[in-house]
């Protein structure tokens, strides 16, 4: 953006401008200017209404009172968290404020201001875009031939940078600001490595580092500062579901149409349940989810048959441990959990638990965790020598035998059969989940089949959803019955 051009903005606005002033005096004339009057909506002396008020289908809006409340907590705090409904125009309200830093005087001049986007290049391009587009007053306007991720404002430099690449970001002079946009959907790998760098910042410069986003997995970036406490929290965290924006930026016909959608929750309540997924249906999700609260997940049945499905942790993953049980021509969800970097031997020491909890009970477990699988074989009295049976008699003894307990199974063979399996269990309407286990019931609902497997940077709680389809290979339907 030129001088030239932001005086050709001023001129339409300000009636006060002469003709000779230099760029510097025009540039100068922003000095001092409010960002905007939350009391007198009709103030057009303020740096929003210079640049132009935000519009939406046309139409320009005034700053509503939950902006206000964010300026308000701007002014107070440099570290700020905010879980937003979408459209609530919290990203455009961001960025014009980071534009005002840099224009009310000039105090940031030789600082740089950071934004953080997600993975692709094209969403730092965009974001830079609308920062420019807030001083076009028309088309006919011209920008500079200038890198399409950066803009310079008043001598501070804005650039954009995505998720994957910010080596680039390490080691700046002078940062100012820091604006993590939609900062959950950050891969994960990613999203840990943004916050790193953004915080590295706090002892060198101190700048402001804002945090905006719609929620989307369980157990990503957003749910984990989340659940902080509120006397170690880094951040001011703030929220703003869909009732704030009710009769402003959404009308009530809008709203009631929106929660016609599966993704209702996430994009307008606040809810962590991820991506909407693609291996089951919503309506077999909900059958389920009523079936299960006709019984009590605490109630064991004695006389019927029950298995366990593990999926013990591996590196950075988690432990998964589902229970159920075969009772009322159901197969009945009666214990699921999924735990974080959790002790090796409580773990074996719950499912011993279980077991004996249980009576006769079958345990299927990933079979790519041997030292797990021998270590429980040997708590229970069973042969851990499990190595000498052949794949044939092992499937054997998964199906007829009632000497063994525990049962490897070859996840890098047998994942698509029993993707395929458990998807048909629940389409044909037996399966019951009690709605206590919202971490399974979220994994469903997310699940995603990329290519007949299970996509699990993007599925929630697949280590849950992966030790339901181990528990449900201790079930088998005829066709037709």
């Known amino acids: 953006m030129t001088l030239q051009n932001l005086s050709k903005i001023l001129d339409k606005y300000d009636n006060r401008h002469q003709s000779g002033t230099t760029e510097n005096q025009q540039l100068r004339r922003l000095t001092g200017l409010p960002f905007y009057n939350f009391l007198n909506h009709n103030d057009v002396n303020t740096f929003n209404h210079i640049i132009g008020m935000p519009t939406k289908g046309g139409l320009e809006f005034p700053l509503f009172d939950y902006e206000q409340l964010l300026y308000d907590c701007l002014q107070k705090h440099k570290h700020i968290w905010i879980k937003k409904a979408t459209g609530l125009g919290i990203t455009e309200f961001i960025l014009r404020f980071m534009a005002w830093l840099c224009l009310r005087d000039n105090a940031l001049q030789s600082s740089q201001m950071c934004i953080v986007t997600g993975p692709r290049i094209e969403l730092a391009i965009t974001l830079i875009t609308r920062m420019k587009q807030l001083f076009l007053a028309s088309n ?18 804005i650039e954009a940078y995505p998720s994957h690449h910010l080596d680039a970001m390490r080691g700046l002079p002078n940062v100012s ?33 804002v945090m905006v986003s719609t929620p989307n997995a369980p157990e990503g970036l957003f749910e984990r500062i989340e659940r902080e406490p509120e006397d170690t929290c880094l951040y001011k965290r703030l929220y703003f579901d869909y009732t704030y924006g009710l009769d402003r930026i959404y009308t009530r016909e809008e709203i009631e149409k929106a929660k016609a959608s599966p993704s209702f929750e996430r994009e307008y309540n606040l809810k962590y349940l991820g991506l909407i997924g693609n291996v089951f249906h919503t309506k077999d999700i909900d059958a389920a989810i009523l079936r299960g609260r006709e019984y009590d997940p605490d109630l064991v049945v004695k006389m019927c048959g029950k298995s366990i499905g593990i999926d013990p942790a591996y590196g950075s993953s988690n432990f998964g441990i589902v229970g159920t049980q075969g009772a009322d021509q159901q197969i009945q969800v009666i214990y699921a959990e999924e735990f974080e970097r959790p002790d090796y031997n409580e773990m074996l020491w719950l499912v011993a638990k279980l077991m004996q909890q249980y009576g006769y009970v079958r345990v299927y477990i990933d079979g790519s965790n041997p030292s797990f699988i021998k270590s429980l074989k040997r708590m229970i009295g069973e042969d851990e020598h499990y190595g000498k049976y052949t794949k044939e008699q092992m499937e054997r003894y998964a199906r007829n035998t009632y000497s063994m307990k525990v049962f490897p199974i070859n996840f890098a063979t047998k994942h698509k059969e029993m993707l395929g399996h458990t998807k048909l269990l629940l389409e044909k309407g037996y ?51």
């Open 140 to 157: 006919k306007l011209e920008l500079d031939d200038t890198k399409e991720t950066v803009i310079e404002l008043n001598g501070v430099q």
């Open 177 to 209: 600001f820091i604006f993590l946009d939609e900062s959950d959907f950050f891969p994960p790998s990613q999203q840990q490595d943004a916050r790193d760098v953004s915080e590295r910042y706090i002892a060198k410069s101190n700048p402001w580092i």
């Open 431 to 481: 399966i019951a989940i009690n709605p206590i286990f919202h971490k399974l019931v979220t994994s469903l609902s997310t699940a995603v089949d990329n290519e007949g497997s299970l996509d699990k940077q993007i599925t929630s709680y697949s280590d849950i959803f992966d030790a339901f389809r181990l528990s449900l290979q201790n079930y088998y339907f005829t066709e037709g019955k």
